[in-house]
């Protein structure tokens, strides 16, 4: 097969060839090689791997927040307010998602791996750094674990899932995202045990058995296995040859960052991310406080962020399967009001049962929001050589509920522990998300009423073998393609 695959000149100026006009008409140069379209392979599944073994280290690293809110406020800080102490992890999730809006464009010029070997060494050193901080001392916290590995997060966050995104273009994306996005919940299961563990001596009892000592210790611990995980990411993700790169292959195409700006959709998606996430950070920063405040056994309380995120994983992958066959933004839709619902089912805990019960389902459905979002976003770009952008620029407004969600519940829940104010503020905001994905749903179904294909891509679509993005219906490897002929 030829290493390109271009219209003749004279078939070129046709009006009913849609794909080599709307190549032509958006810059992109010719239709790229069959080969650029396979979905997955070898080097896809490792990336997707590599993408896993990342989110442990950064998603996973912060839903163990909870962990670093109890100790800090017994014990390490326990000089400064919830609401304070909540800046460290509200900082340091706004960076992640907040560096999206450089890290995407840079992943669209093809820095990609520059980005991973950087902010890998920042990580690893802002981790270890965290481990030498004194008692009391919030500024070299927050420096080191809210500055310095937000920071790093947020530097391979958006370049991961659309490095993922660039190997993945057909029904398996959402699949491939959410796999990816399960390293998180894995994370949020193993930071918890382990920091609880090493911090209170074996996980004794809440606030008792931490020290300066053991917190060091334990951060030693965490880090090197952090380490050791960012490694072996580093290695396996790879980027797709001919897609990646600024755009090589498809005419080096700029994204247009200022028309994302100005599609209804693009922004109504947006706005329901950033509504919804403000539902799903609540849980992830106070749910240990929470139990334990609520009579919970101290026991039990140390669990209940693995909890949360052993739920989390099985809503990152039944989503993503639904997703590829009936659509990202149809089932993100749903996973965003059952968000909302379950943060408000907090209203009625009382018993470890339900809380059990309670933060299972909620883990599930914020599960699928998380793991979501991304695809959802990425299937409204127009081309391969924009879905960095897309995903950085969204994360970048996803920023403003990290940043400020856990401070405003902190303020919320004052010194008096009334849980019921965040929990509403919480939930309400999660359901008005979801009342912004439905807007985008309608409007979407409203824009393609009265479309009809082309006669190419009418064709196309007898083969059974074929691959969509960004409107243009391009045939798998083994496909039978129409000749030029044809298409006349």
């Known amino acids: 097969m030829n290493s ?79 609401s304070t102490i909540a800046w460290i992890g509200s900082v340091q999730l706004a960076m992640l998602f907040g560096m999206g809006l450089i890290a995407g464009p840079l992943f669209d010029k093809g820095h990609f791996r520059v980005l991973m070997i950087s902010s890998s060494a920042l990580y690893i050193l802002c981790n270890f750094l965290l481990s030498i ?17 937000g920071l790093a997060m947020g530097l391979t966050y958006a370049p991961t899932f659309a490095v993922i995104g660039h190997h993945f273009q057909g029904r398996r994306r959402s699949v491939a995202m959410g796999l990816a996005s399960t390293g998180s919940s ?47 990411a580093t290695v396996l993700m790879r980027e797709k040859k ?70 989390s994983t099985f809503g990152r992958i039944l989503p993503g399967l639904l997703a590829d066959r009936f659509g990202s933004l149809n089932i993100l839709l749903p996973a965003t009001y059952g968000l909302g619902a379950t943060t408000l089912g907090y209203l009625g805990v009382k018993s470890l049962a339900a809380d059990a019960v309670v933060t299972a389902i909620f883990r599930f459905f914020s599960g699928g929001f998380i793991s979501l979002m991304v695809p959802t976003v990425a299937s409204l770009a127009k081309n391969p050589g924009e879905i960095g952008a897309r995903i950085g620029i969204t994360s970048a407004f996803c920023a403003i509920s990290c940043l400020t969600g856990p401070p405003i519940n902190g303020a919320l829940l004052t010194g008096k522990f009334l849980w ?38 009418k064709s196309v679509e007898d083969f059974e073998a074929q691959e969509t993005f960004g409107g243009d219906t391009i045939p798998k490897l083994g496909a039978d393609v129409p000749s030029h002929a044809d298409l006349k």
């Open 4 to 82: 390109t695959t271009s219209l003749p000149p004279a078939a070129a100026d046709r009006d009913d060839l849609t794909i080599a006009e709307k190549q032509e008409r958006k810059n992109v140069g010719p239709v790229p090689p069959m080969e650029d379209y396979v979905d997955g392979g070898w080097e896809g599944w490792l990336t997707v791997l590599g993408g896993w073994c990342s989110q442990i280290t950064s998603i996973g690293q912060g839903n163990a927040f909870g962990v670093y809110e109890d100790f800090y406020k017994e014990n390490y800080l326990s000089n400064e307010s919830s």
């Open 133 to 149: 901080t004194k008692p009391h001392q919030f500024y070299q916290i927050f420096l080191s674990q809210g500055i310095g590995m």
């Open 186 to 232: 894995i994370g949020g299961i193993i930071h918890p045990i382990m920091l609880n563990n090493l911090i209170n001596r074996g996980g004794d009892a809440f606030g008792t058995g931490g020290t300066s000592s053991t917190f060091g210790r334990a951060i030693r611990i965490n880090a090197g296995m952090n380490a050791a995980l960012l490694v072996l």
């Open 242 to 311: 001919g897609v990646v790169a600024g755009g090589a292959g498809r005419g080096k195409v700029k994204p247009n960052i200022g028309g994302f700006l100005t599609e209804p959709k693009y922004l109504l998606v947006s706005l329901g991310c950033v509504l919804g996430s403000f539902g799903f950070f609540f849980p992830a920063v106070y749910v240990q406080l929470f139990s334990t405040t609520k009579g919970i056994s101290p026991t039990f309380s140390f669990y209940t962020l693995s909890v949360l995120n052993a739920g």
């Open 420 to 457: 019921n104010r965040p929990i509403i503020f919480s939930g309400v905001c999660a359901l008005s998300g979801g009342t912004s994905l439905l807007f985008a749903r309608l409007w979407r179904t409203k824009s393609d009423i009265g479309s009809s294909p082309s006669p190419r891509e």
